[in-house]
């Protein structure tokens, strides 16, 4: 690979840019972007960038946002210390053009086409949905599990209730239904999963046959048990041909008691562990002395259990059969019925927008949509592609596959640690494969000089570090090392920041269990924090001359339950902490106390579901408050009614409004904060309390609907990983952050701790794995069976072995100063990443598993491993050191009182344009400085509204209907709730009379605004092509009052009037630019806010509409062309119409491809209301003016200021 140089790499064809842990990837995507501008013109819109996560996105946007104005100073000064920005300025001869574009850059940054890479795919099957064959107005769903979870109901219903208890009883123990969920889960999301399973050819017609045996079998067995038990056992345990070192004592009561649970469980299967112990033709090896003569064996029990022991296996094999074959249903019946569920309700998921895309892409109309996605997007820049897999890869090369396009694929293969989301290292590593152009990023601009060359030397270590051939690792170099900061340790900087915390065997010579080992690490981890933060305290640990304090540390972990464990031992010393956790909120103690509470206010009357609220955390009452409180009639009383006033509250004014009620008066804040972690306890209250508000809210669901959707919920933690649904932060003040490695990922701190990166790579033999196939070119495989191959299983264990190091890669390149790693014996780790980094094995890649990696562990004494240690410290010039694992700290952190300190504002030195606001056309035409915070009523007219009794209905007609701001605001609210098709009916007549209500106008005008609607919606209208009535639109047709923004640049009136004046295509437009001279408001630069009430597609062309009440006579001849000509100069409505067509020429120009305003633009009606008659026809009431291409074309670059 070569270096990358982000001004000399070129700008065509494809790219792999590998950028190693700190090496600014950020940086180089930024600046990759920045030259996209320049040099090849490209304008923000064109460039896709394309990353994995929401806060990835985000904080994209927000670099390359700043990167464009940072590029722009430089090109506006000619000065930076930026060494990027100094060189690309240099380089760039045309400073005049870099600089108009990266202004336009900056301008309309807001059309940047900066996605999650399911963002990328929604935007594409949304704007194409033609040529991608997807369905209109489809709903998107973050949560896929409620789908996911009635498949798995349904098949279990249809082939598991009809099977014998016998066999249900047997695959109990082989696959439980969070089992079957994960079969559909992951086989619905990668259409490239393959499956595997060994299905032997078993005739299933004996079976009942075989079931019948095994159960006679067993009775019998077992009546001889129920007879005979203390013979037996005292023939088991006093024989005395039998080898005690087989038939121990220990091993004998546990088979003793496991005979007592299987033959009183009433199941033949399955077989107790050591069944085979009671079976003596054959024994099991080693079981009889060999100078004794056993006679034990015919013994009737100990024959009737080898006959039972042969039929059982028998049966079991096949029950497996069935089991591997349900497997293998379920797996394709997922993939059928979640396709048919998700069309039958047109939503889609995040892995159906993938595969909806790449369908496309490889389907009929695939290389149109090819052609028109490179045409929308230029050039793109992949990010985190080490989290690909081959679905995401085939499309990216699908639509970038030419010579002449721009795609650069940025990402780490060491950072590979997502395969539970489906992230596939080997799709990466096809991708270098099949890539010419490969970079690499080799400064670190993160950590200290010191530790890079520690976690260098840690890493060249093994000559296969990454455990596969293809992922190699290169150290990088310090970058920029004068203007790092350093930790300094009683003013010394620390020579050695990779501090390896080396547990040693026991006093017995076997290895610390697991569980010990995580107890003293807790412990050991919680007291060199309380050391660092009393030395940060006091000033004997600083950092750039900061103390050492709280927030500079962080703690990396596995699991839920590490992260629990650590806070509890950081809490026990009195050290800030919080946990950023990926644990699923209605997994908490406290959404299992919500669904108390709810039951109990949902049906009052029970009084065991009161009782059962009244003794969570949330309401404090112990067991015997209760009892004193149910003693006490007008006190348990109280309570239940309070709980009835709990339900009313909800039925009548919302699941919300009950909540906040019911944490005010039952004071549960006050009483959740007193609590030692009361904090994350609130935290999760209102987490949930939220999610259950917005359940209740979207589905409109009842009390008892909102319990059963949170109690399915906590029925299935395991099948939802959706971001709303991951448990909040607590606090951000300064703490300890306790983080999983995988949130990690990203994220910088002074000081890590890594103290659990000791977990085993062995395969657990419960769980339905996916693989790479080797015999079929590493296709992802999901084995189905349940004895997993050798070979499958060396091979899974392997992938296992080369995340956990990925896992390891990434937490000790988090650390910034120092980093903690604890390895050593620890029983169950001699298969970890830490343990195989620390003391590879010497072999061949070729021979290597990870049982040959146990084995060679295991041979180790804890010498030997100090000594390896102590060789790879020399390696890395002292960067490494050997500490003994921390005494727990006696003594609490006590942390020096800070003074009050109380914060100063910062002077403002910049310039604040007072020229620039958010103006309107009432404030252009009033002359007066507002904002335009409403769409325009007809606030000229003088608000009227008469008083009419039953003498005076035949006065009832439009001309007479009140005038003003509020009249008119009823009416263009009439027009946009009512459907046009249903101009006749009586459904119109009943909309309008609720909104007539609602803005407090007689309800007597309800026939009088009803034939004013009919004449306004079926009064024909020439179009140039055909005629149109209104009516005739449907809802899709329309939208009204379309919000809009046009960017303005110092515009007044007399520059305005030039505009108007020069054009000599419409002899009206001078006599406009005279009236535009007339105003009267001060020069304005900055957006101008409006509303269109309405714009409407007929026959293929655009229209703008609107709704004027304004009164301009009593009679139909009072709203004829001249009038309407004269009022449209005199209330500058003119002007407001040309602004509306910049509007909405822009927002097509950009929305539709292929629009051309003289093609597709129709031209504008003003309605006003008072004078349309269906009889009259357009000539009174409408009117109707389509401004000259030319004019639009200058007013547009005049407001832009181009």
Known sequence: MKGFDPVEIP???????????????????????????????????DILVVTFTNAATDELKNRIRQRIKDALDVFLSGNTDDPFLKRLYQSIEDKQTARKLLLNAIRCFDEAAIFTIHGFCLRILRDHAFESCSLFDTDFIEDNSKFLQEIVNDFWRNHAYSASPIFLNYMSSKIDLSGFYDIVKKGTGNPFLAINADKTEISSNGEEDVENRCVEVYNEASNIWETEREYVISCISSDTSLNRQTYSKKTVETLFSNLETYFSSGFPLPLPEKFDYMCFNPPVSNAFKTTSKPTIQNHHFFIKCGQLKDIAEQLAEI????????????????????????????????????????????????????????????????????????????????????????????????????????????????????????????????????????????FENANHPFVFDALSFVPVKPGNPKKREVLRINGNIDMSPLKLWLIERRSDGKPVYANDAREMLYKATAGEIVRLLTMGDSGEAVIDNKNVSASD?????????????????????????????????????????????????????????????????????????????????????????????????????????????????????????????????LTNVLHCLELLHNYSVKYKSSPEGTIKWLQRKMELDYASDAEEYQIRLETDEAAVKIITIHRSKGLEYPIIFCPFCWGSSEMNNNQ?????????????????????????????????????????????????????????????????????????????SEDFSVETLKSHINKLTDLEKRTQIEKLINRSGGSIEILPIPEPEENSYKPIKQQDFYPVPRLFNGIIEKNWHISSFSSITSGKEQNAELPDRDKSITESTPIFTKSSVDSLDIFNFPRGTNAGSCLHNIFEHIDFSLANTDIIKQEIAERLGRFGIQSIWTDTIFRTIRNVLNVSIETGKKTLKLSMLNPTDKIHELEFYLPLQLINPKTMGQVFGSSKEN???????????????????????????????????????????????????????????NTMEQEFYFLQYHLYTVAINSFLSFRNKGYTYDKHFGGVFYMFLRGIDVQKGQEYGIFFDRPSEGLVTEFNRYLKGI
Request: aromatic letters at 10%; proline letters at 2%; hydrophobic letters at 40%.
């Open 319 to 458: 029950f497996n059969n069935k089991i591997i074959g349900l497997k293998m249903a379920l797996f394709e019946y997922a993939r059928r019925e979640s396709y048919r569920k998700k069309q039958e309700q047109n939503v889609r998921s995040f892995d159906d927008l993938l595969i909806d895309l790449h369908n496309a892409l490889k389907g009929t109309r695939g290389k149109g949509l090819t052609g028109l996605i490179n045409n929308r997007y230029k050039a793109a820049l992949i990010d985190e592609f080490q989290d690909t897999d081959p679905l995401q890869y085939e499309i990216f090369t699908s639509i970038y596959n030419s010579k002449d396009c721009i795609l650069f694929i940025i990402g780490d293969p060491k950072q590979s640690i997502y395969s539970f989301r489906g992230a596939d290292i080997f799709a990466y590593i096809r991708a270098v494969k099949d890539i010419d152009k490969l970079w690499t990023l080799k400064e670190n601009y993160r950590a200290s000089e010191r530790l890079i060359s520690a976690v260098n030397a840690i």
């Open 553 to 681: 540390i962080a703690i990396l972990v596995r699991t839920n339950r590490e992260a629990r464990g650590m806070k509890m031992a950081l809490n026990s010393v009195n050290v800030p902490c919080v946990i950023y956790s990926t644990e699923n909120i209605f997994t908490t103690h406290e959404a299992y106390e919500i669904s108390y509470i709810l039951a109990a206010i949902a049906e009052p009357s029970n009084e065991s579901r009161v009782k059962a609220a009244l003794v969570t955390d949330m309401f404090g009452i112990t067991g015997n408050q209760l009892a004193q409180i149910t003693e006490n009639e007008i006190i348990w009383n109280d309570y239940l009614e309070r709980f009835v006033s709990y339900r009313i509250l909800w039925l009548n004014s919302g699941f919300m409004n009950m909540a906040r009620t019911l944490i005010a008066q039952e004071k549960i804040k006050a009483r959740l904060l007193a609590m030692p972690d009361g904090e994350r306890r």
């Open 768 to 844: 339905t794995i996916i693989y790479h196939n080797e015999k079929n070119n590493l296709c992802p495989t999901m084995d189905m069976s349940l004895t997993t191959d050798e070979s499958i299983k060396r091979f899974y264990e392997l992938e296992q072995l080369a995340e956990n190091v990925r896992l390891l890669y990434v937490s000790l390149t988090r650390a910034k100063h120092r980093c903690y790693l604890a390895c050593g014996s620890i029983n169950k780790s001699e298969t970890s990443a830490v343990a195989y980094i620390l003391h590879p094995p010497p072999i061949t």
């Open 1067 to 1125: 002899k009206q437009y001078s006599r406009y630019a005279d009236i535009i001279k007339g105003l009267e408001f001060n020069p304005v630069k900055g957006m101008l806010r409006g509303f269109i009430d309405m714009v409407f597609e007929f026959d293929g062309m655009f229209y703008i509409i609107d709704w004027k009440s304004n009164f301009l006579g009593p009679s139909i001849e009072d709203y004829n062309q001249v009038a309407l000509r």
């Open 11 to 45: 700008l065509s064809g494809i790219n792999l840019v590998e950028a190693s842990a700190g090496t600014g990837k950020t940086y180089a995507i930024a600046s990759l972007y920045v030259r996209l501008l320049i040099e090849t013109r490209l304008e923000t819109k």
